[in-house]
């Protein structure tokens, strides 16, 4: 796995357009956040802020990048090759999306920090850490589901679209509308749960036990987007 790992990462530091979407684009989106902090905190809270920032790496820099990668590696028949060495089918898959993983948790961390430093840092770090790595998982998950339905690295701009654009709308709305209406809706969308539990978790006054249950709707998430990808996903080219 290791190997695999290390030779995508030297992949996403060759590839431009990988590297403005998993680092720069999501990196100069949530700077502006940063700056303008003072006004977002008035429209909603710091919690909105840090959730939305963590939604945008998670969407641009996570999901879009995992999808792009396995599209491009299966159309030059890279995964067919890896599948027949020794590693199994989870290393390989694990050794292709361990850099962008890693990648995006540092990005979210410095970016949070930056937040923290600036206006003030979260209540509860470790409930935060819960929600960011929640979120992380679920990115993955539909990140695998939505690369059985791309064709190619170019198909994954069209086919990335729904999941990134939506899970970034929910979180907003979640984060300024809050959950005192339709919060089953709001819990139950992909992203939701999430975004109200990073919300909870900086701006505090929730206690934890009832934060805690929020996880629950995003790993059902992971669940339906495992189930997916072990049905949709292909290790060769469509014919």
Do not use: C
């Amino acid at each position: 796995m290791l190997p695999i790992a290390l030779g995508e990462l030297i992949q996403i530091f060759r590839n431009r357009l990988v590297l403005v979407t998993s680092l720069v684009m999501p990196a100069a989106v949530s700077a502006y956040f940063i700056y303008q902090h003072e006004v977002f905190a008035k429209m909603a809270s710091l919690g909105y802020i840090a959730a939305i920032m963590v939604f945008t790496v998670g969407a641009f820099g996570l999901y879009a990048t995992s999808v792009t990668t396995l599209a491009s590696r299966r159309q030059n028949l890279f995964l067919k090759r890896l599948r027949s060495t020794a590693a199994g089918d989870a290393g390989i898959l694990s050794g292709l999306l361990l850099p962008v993983t890693v990648l995006s948790l540092v990005q979210a961390a410095v970016l949070l920090a930056v937040l923290a430093a600036v206006a003030g840092g979260p209540a509860d770090v470790a409930l935060l850490a819960a929600a960011v790595l929640s979120m992380t998982v679920m990115m993955l998950g539909l990140g695998l589901a939505t690369a059985g339905l791309t064709n190619s690295p170019e198909h994954a701009q069209v086919t990335t679209l729904p999941v990134s654009l939506g899970t970034i709308a929910v979180a907003s709305w979640v984060g300024i509308s809050g959950t005192e209406e339709l919060a089953l809706l709001k819990r139950l969308l992909p992203g939701g749960s999430a975004t109200e539990l990073a919300v909870n978790a900086w701006n505090g006054g929730v206690p934890v036990a009832d934060s805690l249950p929020l996880l629950a709707p995003t790993l059902a998430w992971v669940a339906v987007s495992v189930a997916l990808a072990s049905r949709l996903f292909r290790w060769e080219p469509r014919r």
